[in-house]
């Protein structure tokens, strides 16, 4: 199946383009955000599409007409290119729980969603209209995407968020909402005949109050951030939650060095102290030699140089820039890998290198969640 996605480089374009990226039964098409205001590009690129998830819309902006005015425009430009071209892909349009609120933002998704309907209807198309409640997840623009981007990038740098309206929020973790996303591209509209058009609302997997949020975001400050605590992670919103907060950490904040206690007999380093269940393991690496290169969606991991020098690198995937670090076990210290972030450790120094490998999920060869790609392609 060939899948484009606009708005493939936003907040859940970019999830679902790498989501989508890991299976061998499925071509994606490239978009470019500039397609829209050019007509050729743009045929080219429908008319190469089974499907199209089309996410591409302006959330926020200070004049709501804007709003409104450039997510029709979105809409009508895509409707132009598939009625020039005669395509006709499975479209799965994201609208909003907004649709019935009085505001223009909603009144963009609820009219994009008719007009795309009227198309399918016409020319034979097939359209999947999704009502998505609050999304959050890693790489969530602050003060754009959700109140939960917000909060992760002001707590993690030491900033103390103000809460407006203490509501109790409806949330779905990015990586749910893909799920519900592939699921929907699948379905067989042969079900639905003479039918084009299916309306999916997607129900909130988490119903959280804003307090909760924040208390759960400043623990993580206190005890994941600045004493190197692992909180409980076997619950699906806190764990979601979690890895969220990780993305926001300032790259600066490692490599974070151990408390050595020594005397006479020798030295003592507290590794991980952690509020669920893991699995600790140790390599050896030889002079010269770089271990890794791979990735996690859901993962926490901690690497910790005890013996020996080492160089660590990380890239976010869909990304070009590098991230190193340099560790020595003279002075042991820990870096914690944020998930999506390819990584790999090199023994850069002349003597063995000692790592310690701590991670909050045994490895499992039928789920493995680990994905190999090059930190330096």
């Known amino acids: 199946m060939k899948i484009g996605i606009t708005g493939q480089a936003g907040f859940v374009g970019s999830h679902l383009f790498n989501t989508l990226n890991l299976r061998e039964d499925i071509e994606i098409v490239p978009f470019k955000r500039a397609y829209f205001d050019t007509p050729a590009a743009l045929d080219s690129f429908v008319d190469s599409c089974d499907a199209i998830v089309h996410l591409a819309a302006m959330n926020r902006h200070e004049d709501p007409q804007v709003i409104y ?18 395509a006709a892909p499975h479209i799965v349009f994201s609208s909003s729980t907004q649709e019935e609120k ?43 995407n959700s109140v939960v981007a917000t909060f992760c990038h002001k707590v993690a740098r030491g900033e103390s968020p103000e809460i ?24 067989d509209f042969d079900t639905l005949k003479p039918s084009r058009v299916r309306e999916l609302p997607i129900a909130p997997r988490h119903l959280v109050k804003v307090s909760e949020i924040l208390a759960l975001l400043l623990g993580y400050r206190e005890n994941y951030q600045q004493n190197g605590v692992f909180p409980d992670l076997t619950a699906d919103f806190g764990r979601a939650l ?75 995937i869909g990304t070009d820039r590098i991230i190193t670090y340099d560790l020595d076990g003279a002075n042991p210290s820990y870096v914690d890998m944020p998930i999506w972030y390819t990584h ?32 330096n392609p």
């Open 69 to 86: 005015d450039t997510n029709l425009h979105l809409v009508d430009a895509l409707i132009g290119a598939l009625e020039r071209t005669g």
């Open 102 to 144: 009085d505001n223009l933002y909603g009144k963009s998704k609820k009219e994009g969603k008719q007009r795309l309907s009227a198309w399918a209807q016409k020319s034979g198309g097939r359209l999947t209209s999704l009502t998505i409640p609050n999304v959050f997840g890693p790489f969530g623009k602050p003060n754009y």
């Open 242 to 316: 979690f890895n969220t907060y990780r993305c926001y950490i300032p790259q600066e904040h490692y490599p974070v060095h151990f408390t050595k206690h020594t005397d006479p007999r020798g030295s003592f380093v507290e590794i991980t102290r952690a509020n669920t269940p893991g699995q600790f393991s140790f390599s050896t690496t030889v002079p010269g030699i770089t271990r890794g290169n791979h990735f996690h969606t859901r993962k926490a991991e901690r690497f910790a140089v005890i013996q020996g020098k080492a160089r660590i690198e990380l890239r976010k």
């Open 164 to 187: 407006i309206q203490d509501n109790e929020i409806g949330l779905i973790y990015v990586n749910e909402l893909v799920a519900e996303i592939i699921e929907a591209l699948t379905f």
């Open 344 to 375: 790999n450790i090199t023994n850069t120094g002349d003597t063995e290198l000692i790592t310690l490998f701590w991670i909050n999920e045994p490895f499992d060869p039928e789920d493995p969640d680990t994905y190999f790609e090059d930190v």
